[in-house]
């Protein structure tokens, strides 16, 4: 009797479901080539919209800014950014911010600083390089919010 009830159980305990394969692990965005190649991308456009800038090119500077919008929010929408996307992303909106500010648009400029502000206070580690970036953003604000006073 007892090698029956054992032999039944075996039996019942075979015809039970599969077990569940394991959750699929994320892939990290981050290690992909096309972010690498999206960050330096970015960073260029970046460096050559200050360079417009400077050059007095406000309306090619602005174009290549309004597109490094679109990659930056591509490559910030991963869920760990690396830390030199991060700094494109908030250099896309620095270069923005300045040109609104030069046209008078406080309220606009201030609303990407504070997306800057809000960028660093969270970012993990801090450095002095990111305390320097969340410091120049919250002077922009205050610049802002001067001007906005008068």
Not at 19 to 42: C, N
Request: charged fraction near 25%; charge should be neutral; hydrophobic fraction near 40%.
């Amino acid at each position: 009797m007892r090698h029956s009830l054992l032999l039944v159980t075996v039996f019942l305990a075979a015809c039970g479901p599969v077990p569940p394969s394991p959750a699929p692990t994320p892939r990290d965005a981050t290690a992909e080539q096309w972010y690498g190649q999206t960050v330096a991308e970015l960073a260029d456009m970046n460096r050559r919209a200050q360079e417009l800038l400077q050059e007095k090119k406000p309306d090619e500077a602005a174009a290549l800014i309004v597109k490094g919008e679109s990659l930056s929010k591509r490559l910030i929408s991963v869920p760990h950014p690396t830390l030199a996307a991060t700094d494109a992303a908030s250099d896309v909106d620095e270069l923005y911010g300045k040109m609104l500010f030069s046209h008078r648009n406080y309220g606009w400029a201030r609303l990407l600083f504070q997306k800057d502000v809000a960028r660093w206070k969270n970012w993990r580690p801090q450095s002095p390089e990111t305390a320097a970036r969340l410091k120049r953003a919250e002077d922009a604000i205050a610049e802002c919010d001067h001007r906005m006073g008068q």
